[in-house]
């Protein structure tokens, strides 16, 4: 039985050592591993960015949004690009063909010349692009955007006790310092959002009854994303309610400003 076992794994050996010949005869292919590193990054910026900001969406009021929020991060995850790019980040072949970089005639393979030393310090480059791409923040940065989030929900709180409407609050030197500062640091750490921006510009145009030159397309696209994102932090970081964002001057003024420039289009 014992020299039964060892012909099995003697057996065993030599499939796996076919295989690899196999592959290396067939030339392998040679993937973009720098490329899917930072792809992947920032892909997970995005994911985490939404789920943030699904967190802060509680309550009944929010369930559609929140489930909105919840299928566009079950979507990033599943894009073919993103699978791709998380598969060569750990030196996987990627499913779909992405990052892949186009091969020079491959040289006879010997057993001997495996790269076997090859793999750590690929993994050792990898997790070095990894320290220097994750994210736009350095550890001190984002701890203080934590903290700047968290001082602005407590300095509402406290005016809101006072008081003071949801437009005064807004309005508070300290909150408007810190909002801003708040701004900087999102910036800093997603500077990828500039994608979402053309996303939505294309879809806007598609709407459009009649054709708009480029600068009006700009400024279109450009009015509407701001006015999204000033309702999505009224609601999420200053806490408004449906009625008091309707209310809300600076917003009023810009969606006035935003239907004028739809009519111009029609």
Same mark, same amino acid.
């Given at each position: ?34 490329a ?21 969406l ?23 690009r ?12 990627? %499913? ?23 793999v ?79 996303? %939505? ?50 917003l ?15």
């Amino acid at each position: 039985m014992g020299e039964f076992r060892g012909m099995t794994a003697a057996k065993a050996q030599a499939e796996a050592g076919m295989e690899l010949f196999k592959s290396a005869e067939g030339g392998p292919r040679e993937l973009d591993v720098a490329a899917a590193e930072l792809y992947k990054t920032q892909m997970e910026q995005r994911i985490f960015v939404l789920e943030a900001e699904a967190a802060l969406l509680t309550g009944k009021d929010n369930k559609k949004e929140r489930a909105t929020k919840g299928k566009e991060v079950s979507e990033l995850k599943g894009e073919a690009r993103y699978v791709d790019a998380c598969k060569v980040a750990k030196g996987l072949e990627p %499913k779909h063909g992405n990052f892949v970089k186009e091969q020079a005639p491959q040289p006879t393979f010997k057993v001997e010349d495996a790269p076997a030393a090859a793999v750590p310090e690929k993994k050792k480059e990898v997790a070095k692009k990894t320290k220097k791409e994750e994210g736009g923040l350095t550890a001190a940065e984002t701890q203080e955007l934590e903290k700047v989030k968290q001082d602005i929900i407590d300095r509402k709180t406290q005016l809101k006790a006072e008081g003071l409407s949801g437009g005064q609050q807004n309005k508070d030197p300290q909150v408007v310092e810190w909002v801003n500062r708040m701004a900087v640091l999102k910036q800093k750490q997603d500077p990828g959002g500039a994608e979402e921006k053309k996303d %939505k510009d294309a879809s806007k145009k598609k709407s459009s009854k009649a054709p708009l030159s480029k600068d009006e397309q700009k400024d279109l696209g450009q009015r509407e994303l701001e006015v999204e994102q000033y309702k999505h932090k009224l609601k999420t970081e200053f806490g408004y309610s449906k009625k008091e964002m309707l209310a809300d001057p600076d917003l009023q003024e810009m969606e006035a400003k935003l239907t004028e420039l739809h009519k111009r289009a029609s």
